[in-house]
């Protein structure tokens, strides 16, 4: 989703609500979609800017990948596998928000591109990864009721085998880039984040 504005204001108490937006979740003992997709074989969660989860049986090396730009994140979440033959499946990857502002950018509300958990409470299932948020500004402002998430879903509730075959999905991508003009290297970047919701002021800004 991009939005190219003058000035971009989300008020505290606002929503901006991109959960499960990304790749799909496979359902009847299917992977997930996307390019870090999760396995529907032994529990093995969605990649993006990290590694999936792994299980305790899980040892493939192609599924929950890494993958997008950690400078310029674009891309949407993956989504987790779901191992048995049933409906609904795997949890769905995080969406995707893009602003370029000419001006300001202010977050006083929540920015929310997280992945979900599994919708099957069946022992294989496994969440999708984080989206991606990219945000780009003269200046950039987060108040401290702010937040900006864009964590992996967690493996879920399991009613069969412990557990032990489910995965969480990895956290998405975060970007901020500000600076008199929208131009490298006169802009400044933070460091992204790969999971947990991390307030902007938490983050190493450098020129």
Known sequence: MLFTVNDFALAEGG????????????????????PGKGSAATGIGAGHGGRGGRSVEA???TFGLVYGDAER???????????????????CGGGVLHIVASNSISIAGI??????????HKSGSSGGSGGSV?????????????????????SGTVTMDAGKYTAGGAGGRIAIWTGAELWYPEMRKSRYAVSESVPVEWADCFS
């Open 59 to 61: 040892a493939s090396p």
């Open 73 to 91: 994140p674009t891309l949407p979440g993956s989504g987790g596998g779901e191992a048995w033959n049933a409906q609904p499946g795997g949890g």
């Open 111 to 120: 920015v929310d591109a997280t992945g979900t958990a599994p919708q099957s």
């Open 134 to 154: 990219l945000l780009e500004s003269k200046t950039f402002t987060l108040v401290q009721s702010g937040k900006i998430s864009a964590k992996g879903g967690d």
């Open 15 to 34: 929503t901006f609500g991109l959960t499960g937006g990304g790749f799909s979740g496979g359902a009847g003992s299917k992977n997930g979609m996307g």
